[in-house]
DNA sequence: CTGTTAGCGCATTCAG
DNA sequence: CTGAATGCGCTAACAG
């Protein structure tokens, strides 16, 4: 910057201020600026920009929790798109479902004094993302709820879809259904299980613990789960999966076995309609979230510099519809 | 860190030192510093230090086309895993092939002094990468190669990947095989393209411009293409397609169509194998090609640290692997 | 082993 | 309208 201004033969100050474009300075004067700044290829600064106290670094940070499920390649998209058209930058990263590693991250990105933070929580227990113990920095949750913290957080209407989607199984007249879904520890599992239970309640159905099966990671172990609840003494006549992980595993167990089973489930997935039997999901947009979730963290980071952040947290619920893919 | 001082009566460069591991503060001061730095719940600033001239602000720049396509999801968790192992951070910036706007979050990634970026280049262009004129930066591209601009960069098997795969239709007796293709620009695309060119040759085969469509950005666009191709007077009795979107808009033109086209592709993809027809594609891991790419660059960086600079650039390709999909 | 000095690049504050 | 002084938080380089 010392450099433009000998060459514009003015102060560093006015360099500053030409590059605000700060309206105190003569039209004459801001030419001859740029013109420096252009000839010698300056380029500002950014981190002494924000060293200054109190500026924001412009800089957005988001943790997920598994970047290869497109899921949250989607969310992040989302992200990265609305904080774009607000002028900041994303700084990602990925946890691995390890709450140790979000921890580490988390401090990280509060060390480089980003202006707030997205987190796809790992854990059970939020008070880690507490904004009091991150120098203020606030903090938006995305898919899942927070507990023992009170923080803004973007959610899917887990319950509602899984109710309508397993409507859609009962009211077709089955009677055993069975349930696929990943860990129950996991917020939107637990609601997607509650939305299962109560459309069976609704049809005079109990829930069978021996057609529930839980803590499937992956599509392979989905596949395994469905297969043995087919292979059960009395099988199911239709299943509900809770996320498209498990969708897909029953997908592959489903297709080729006699008696054809019906399938319903949570997310919607490529191709769905492409498998050969029918199939209904809850579907909703992914990258919604996260735009939500940027605009709720935006919102909170502009009442914070209006010194005005009394605003009590926000809970943003996004909606599902059900698709129904046909035989192909 | 004058307030970690106080409380631990030492001077500000005390402190720095401890947080530092520098073996020349005593242990008993280390831990009274540690101490306090819990007690008043310290946190050093990044910002700060990475002011001080020429430290490496750890944070690694990725500036891709679609984080919406899984492919650039997989690179991107490469690329953050290998930077995590080395304890630096990822920034993202998504460009959706647009060159403006790749110049924009290159010049900002700059601006915040990142140690070095990947680029998935949208343009054909790249001069505009030239570490000369981005101070020095240090510039990895992925999956594109460079052009007017002499820099590292990681590939996959384009050609290789391609010929193979399409060799297998030619094998199989087709003589009238069709193409499917992104932008002819994209060099990944006109790779992919002498790949199919070269196997027809082999097999003594002339490819027929009337069979050949170019510029299928996303999937109904090539299943728009398939579908006219497959209702000329003379149809082709396979086709290959150049990548995951196209491939996806064969099958749907494909399915249940008469007589069954044979198809063959680039990249694999998801359920790939429950399609319900025979499918070739040639596969790799995209995931492999952020990795590599942030080896390529960390290794750059760190010759740029320790100011031996000389090597020339670097080209990795990444293999491709031939699948067979059956009828499911 | 510990402290002091100085400065990274910028922008706020106050003087011209 | 422009400039000079000052300090953001940290750490090399040099004393003690």
Redesign the interface.
Known sequence: MADVAKHAGVAPMTVSRALHDDPRVSPSTRVKVLASVAAL?Y??????R??RAGQS?D?LGLVVTN??N?FY??L??GV??FA?EHGM??????TAEDPGREKE?V???????VSGIIVVPAGSDHSHLRPS?L?GMPVVLAARPPSRAELDCVLVDDFGGALAAARVLTGAGHRRIGFLGPLPGLWTSAERFRGFCTALAEAGLAVDEQNVRFGLRDVPAAEHAARELLHLADPPTALFAANNRST?GA??AI??ARPRTALAGFDD???AD???LPLTVAAYDP?EIGMQAARLLIDRIDRIERAGNDTPPQRVVVPTTLTHYGQ?
Chains 1, 2 share one sequence.
């Open positions: 290829g380029r500002r600064n950014e981190v002494a924000s060293l670094s800089l970047l290869a497109p390649a989607q992040a998209l990265e798109s774009a930058t994303m700084v990602l990263g990925n991250l401090n990280n990105l509060v060390s480089r004094r113990g120098d897909i997908v592959r297709t080729g997935f490529e191709l492409m498998l050969g990258a192909a």
